[in-house]
């Protein structure tokens, strides 16, 4: 069982970071974003978006950009989501990740 939050809370106090996911087992928090958060990542009088995470928590209503240089000097790019892993606070930092698109889509990366 997953309970959503906002971005913005997490941004403006950090410690909550650090608050333990429900007593239900599997349970964990879904970080949102929301408008006030979607407000701090404009610049330019709301005109054009950052689109680099700067800090963590990830929010999970957004899909990522993972680059990853090869061998042959390439750089290969895989869209993914972010999943906290339940029964650990946000503080911990550890994540599923999740295959976005392609073939793969709805598999944990591995690696």
Known sequence: MYVTRPLSLYRKSPSSLEIPPPDAPYSGYL???DEEAEYEDTC???ICRRKNVKKL???QDKLFSVFHPSENEQTS???VWFLPVPDHSLSSNRYYVIR???????????G
């Open 31 to 33: 970080v949102i974003t």
């Open 44 to 46: 330019c009088w709301r």
């Open 57 to 59: 928590p990830f929010p």
């Open 77 to 79: 790019s895989i869209k």
């Open 100 to 110: 976005a698109k392609g073939r793969h889509k709805g598999y944990v990366c591995v």
